[in-house]
């Protein structure tokens, strides 16, 4: 039901997740959080909560894969990292993005001009 | 479907995962919460701070695990096992609306899932022969003397057979086979068992192959080799053999020789026509180029890559060209080719196509009804569905919710449904009328199952949608405010009269369909067969070939000893004797007239002909019109008579008297010339709907053939007679077995048995469509009534006669059901065209039968209106005035 509100976020949440996985390999739902935070350089402040939505769908469609392991502090945790289906449609993505916010960012210098 | 039960599959197993998940996630938040703490307090917040900083960085819990679950679609299962619960107990709440639900529906698809099994096996199924995709019938056609049932789709003579085997391209494995009759004598009781002579690549073409020993191959069938083999059915084999594998190889003592045995056929295996016994055909000499007995049925399969439209072309030429060349033979003569199944099913396809438009109707039928008392039902519960709606149900949730009631009842129907089906199919088996194609493969199978499922289910959603739609479409202030309904909803009443106009416009077609076939029923009973059937019992005898060969006088001089034996059993008052009795079919000739100019070779007349010993005509009570009987002296070497019916006298002697004249037969070996003795009365000879005409009967001794009945008339009871007939007829022959013992009127009656059973669906389905029409309109009136209670008082206080009041209610139920009659009508003369075949003596609009129809419907929808409508019309206007 939630699915359908706000859709460009979500996809742009799940494309965040995937990049993190790719370039920083297996990792927790705390520690993607936190390095979503710090690559935004704070300027994204999501409630770290959403992220747990996020990695249910990515599972759910194959594109990540979760496994038990020990965090920094040794206590149990779930690591996710990304799969090579999950690197194929995140290539996919991000040149889609690319295009996409191109072609919004001369929309919008076009309005500016105007 | 599949997909659908896949994903339920996933949803349960998702629910007993479930549990782990949720713990794991719970266990996940856990250690995140943790580390954002942890965080925290790097950055000195103190250990309260830290945490309650954390958990709104997280956001809320509770929401998180709801969240999740929904990802994990538990929320839908949980739902839908809600709802189907709900479902069971609302039903169950109401049990007797419950029980009219189920059980107008379980009629409904209970005769829908009958008549569809019917179908599924004798037109959907394919035949059960491993070559039953290519396989074809050949068969020969002449202009005007066809059978009427298989539309002039006869026989073949071997000449053509031959000519076909020859030139064919387009079909391989061109085979022919003649039913026979196989005399059992070795082991046990003499028995007669029904089989086929067959070419020797008969087994080749079915595609079957033996399941012990080997088939007649095509060495076995040559002349001059060991033509002495037969083959078995599974079935003999298990019931006379005792399934002894010992008997291959073995002789065994049919029609009085001795034959080998090849082989036993798969179980199941009993082409053509429950065959039990395999012989190759072996043609001798003058049969092989005979083109005027026309005794074999082919068969073929059609070559890889050739479909049937080329085979009908290439053996439609080849055809045009034997007929060329032997035209002063078998003129007119022309082949057809069908698929062997188009060729079975035929006969019942015209019947089964009308009893399918039939159950159509009436599961169309039951679905109006339900959905009306739904309708009704549905408005009944406005109040709990605003209430409902008020605590904050969406319309797709109640929508939701009131489907899965209508699929529980659905479902619930089916089932029922299905045990009827199982039922009126026992029912069906238990009428065991041979003569319906393929009615032994009737069964309940998969395809039946799904069959049944699917109805259920859209009829489900069919009666289901249109209440669940408008019952949820309340107006909240409304409905909560107004109490029980003064009155209905102008718009409601429509859709449940719109309900009821189909009801009996389907309900007229159902009778008219019905009433014209028990009209030809009844028109068929009363037709004279010729004869008097009560009180005259019938034996079949065959003689043995071996014993007896064709034409030989010594099978004649033994069966005038049985007669004679037979005569003196106590209890008979006369016998005699006859080659194919009334109804059951038989051979025809061409014949000629002596002294009378020969007409052209392709239009020579054609009769009957019979064999009959002396008292065959007295027993059998066929009036004698002019001239004599057949005599004792009517010898093989006396001078040759023949006796006529009364249509050839009429036909071919209108003005003057044929006794002296001379007829000469010419099919059947060489011609023979016969002088007229006698004229008799016509009998029926291929059914009681068939037309007379022209019959000639022989002297059995001068004609004498292996087929034989002796018919006896006694005024006691016929069964009594049996033992001491049988012992006088073995008195003469120890080895002659007794095929067939019927008495004439089980002849007449077995006639009718396809008919009867027509008859009997079609009048089940429409009594039930009566009996919906009825139902439906009284709900409506008596529902309709109920919510018009106070309006009626208000009338009868302000003055309205009671008379007024049974006038406007009987008004509005009739208007309605007059309406469904007119379409109905309109409907049925358009329908009843496609039954025309299956009627005799009425036409397919025969006004009796519509009026009839139209007034009882009238009758039923004023007596369904009546009973509510006297109670509106005893409506207390102060008690009314008070309700609610």
Redesign the interface.
């Given at each position: 039901m939630g699915e359908g509100k706000s859709e460009i976020l979500q996809g742009t949440l799940d494309l965040m997740v995937l990049k993190t996985l790719a370039a920083m390999g297996p990792l927790h739902g705390y520690g993607i959080a936190r390095r979503i935070e710090q690559i935004s350089e704070e300027a994204l402040q999501i409630n770290q909560g959403t992220i747990y939505a996020s990695l249910v769908r990515l599972l759910q469609r194959g594109w990540i894969s979760g496994a038990w392991g020990a965090s920094e502090n040794n206590r149990k945790a779930k690591f996710y990292s990304i799969t090579r289906a999950g690197r194929k449609r995140l290539a996919s993505e991000a040149e889609n993005w690319e295009r996409i916010s191109g072609v919004i960012g001369r929309v919008l210098r076009i309005a500016e001009r105007g | 479907m599949l997909g659908w039960i896949r994903m339920f599959g996933a949803r349960i197993r998702g629910q007993v995962a479930m549990r782990r998940v949720e713990e794991?996630?719970s266990?996940?938040?856990e250690?995140?919460l943790?580390?954002?703490t942890?965080?925290n307090l790097r950055r000195g917040m103190t250990a309260e701070e830290a945490r309650r900083a954390a958990c709104v960085?997280?956001?809320?819990?509770t929401?998180?695990r709801e969240?999740?679950r929904?990802?994990?679609g538990w929320i839908a299962v949980e739902t839908f096992f809600q709802d189907v619960l709900y479902a069971l107990r609302t039903l169950r709440k109401s049990p007797g609306f419950t029980l009219v639900c189920i059980v107008t529906l379980g009629l409904g698809i209970g005769a829908g899932t009958a008549i569809f099994s019917v179908v599924n096996a004798v037109l959907l199924r394919p035949l059960p022969y491993p070559n039953h995709e290519r396989l074809v019938r050949i068969g020969e056609r002449h202009p005007g003397n066809g059978c009427g049932l298989c539309g002039n789709f006869g026989n073949a003579t071997y000449a053509n057979f031959n000519d076909l085997e020859r030139v064919a391209s387009t079909v391989e494995n061109i085979a022919a086979f003649r039913e026979w009759s196989f005399n059992l004598t070795s082991g046990g009781e003499p028995e007669q068992v029904a089989g086929a002579l067959v070419s020797g690549n008969f087994f080749a073409a079915m595609g079957s192959n033996a399941v012990l020993g080997r088939m007649i191959t095509p060495e076995d069938d040559a002349p001059g080799a060991d033509n002495r083999v037969v083959v078995l059915s599974y079935a003999l084999w298990q019931r006379r053999f005792g399934a002894d594998r010992g008997i291959m190889g073995r002789t065994l003592q049919i029609n009085a020789d001795n034959y080998r045995v090849l082989g036993v056929m798969p179980r199941g295996f009993d082409y053509p026509e429950k065959s039990e016994v395999w012989c190759p055909l072996v043609p001798r000499g003058e049969f092989r180029d005979n083109r005027r007995a026309h005794l074999l049925t082919i068969v073929a399969d059609l070559r890889a890559g050739q479909t049937i439209g080329n085979a009908q072309a290439e053996i439609s030429a080849i055809g045009e060209r034997i007929e060329k060349q032997n035209a002063s033979e078998d003129p007119d003569m022309a082949l057809a080719t069908v698929s062997l199944k188009k060729s079975m099913v035929e006969p019942v396809q015209p019947a089964l196509v009308v009893l399918v438009f039939a159950v159509g109707l009436l599961l169309v039928m039951a679905c109006a009804n339900l959905a009306n008392l739904l309708l009704a039902r549905a408005a009944a519960r406005e109040k709990e569905f605003s209430l409902r709606t008020a605590l904050g149900a969406g319309r797709l949730r109640l929508v939701r919710q009131l489907l899965t009631e209508s699929f529980a009842l659905a479902l619930l129907g089916g089932g029922v449904g299905l045990g009827i089906a199982a039922w009126s199919l026992q029912f069906i088996a238990a009428l065991d009328s041979q003569d319906l194609p393929r009615f032994g493969e009737i069964n309940i199978d998969w395809r039946v199952l799904g069959f049944t499922l699917l109805v259920s289910w859209f009829s489900g959603l069919f009666f289901g949608l249109a209440p669940a739609l408008s019952g949820t479409k309340t107006d909240l202030n409304a409905s909560l405010k107004e109490g029980a309904g003064i009155s209905l909803g102008a718009s409601r009443r429509g859709a449940s009269q719109a309900l009821i106009v189909p009801q009996f416009a389907l309900a007229v077609v159902l009778l008219v369909g019905a009433g014209l076939l028990g009209n030809s029923f009844v028109r068929l009973l009363r037709v004279n067969p010729g004869f008097n059937p009560s009180g005259v019992l019938a034996v079949e005898l065959f003689l043995s070939p071996v014993e007896y060969p064709e034409r030989d006088i010594r099978g004649a001089l033994v069966l005038q000893q049985m007669i004679e034996n037979v005569r003196s059993v106590p209890g008979v008052r006369s016998a005699g004797l006859v080659t194919a009795l009334p109804i059951t079919g038989g051979a025809s000739t061409d014949f000629a007239i002596e002294g009378r100019p020969l007409p052209p070779a392709n239009d020579e007349p054609s009769a009957d002909i019979r064999s009959a010993g002396p008292a065959y005509f007295r027993t059998m009570g066929i009036p004698l019109l002019t001239g004599r009987e057949f005599t004792d002296a009517d010898h093989s070497t006396a001078r040759r008579v023949v006796v006529i019916n009364q249509t050839m006298a009429r036909q071919y002697w209108p003005n003057d008297s044929p006794i002296g004249q001379h007829v000469t037969m010419k099919d059947w070996g060489p011609p023979l010339t016969g002088e007229i003795v006698g004229v008799v009365g016509d009998v029926k000879t291929n059914g009681l709907d068939e037309a007379d005409g022209p019959m000639i009967y022989w002297p059995h001794f001068q004609f004498p053939e292996l087929f034989n009945t002796i018919v006896v008339r006694s005024d006691g009871e016929l069964r009594r007679l049996l033992p001491a007939m049988k012992a006088a007829i073995w008195a003469v022959n120890k080895n002659q077995p007794i095929s067939k013992i019927v008495t004439m009127e089980q002849v007449l009656s077995e006639s009718l048995a396809r008919r009867r059973l027509y008859m009997i669906l079609l009048g089940v389905f429409a009594a039930a469509a009566l009996l919906l029409a009825g139902v439906g309109i009284y709900g409506m009136v008596s529902y309709s009534v109920s919510r018009r209670i106070r309006e009626m008082g208000i009338r009868i206080a302000i003055g309205a006669e009671r008379g007024d009041v049974l006038r406007l209610v009987l008004g509005q139920g009739a208007k309605v059901a007059l309406l469904g009659i007119v379409i109905g009508i309109a409907v049925a003369l358009g329908l009843t065209r496609l039954m025309t075949s299956l009627l005799f003596g009425v036409s397919a609009t025969d006004p009796l039968t519509f009026a009839g129809v139209a007034m009882l419907l009238t009758l039923v929808a004023l007596v369904g209106c009546y009973i509510p409508a006297r109670r509106a019309m005893r409506v207390d206007p102060l008690v009314a005035l008070r309700h609610e």
């Open positions: - | 794991e996630f266990r996940e938040l250690e995140h943790a580390l954002l942890e965080e960085k997280l956001g809320g819990m929401q998180l969240t999740h929904n990802l994990h």
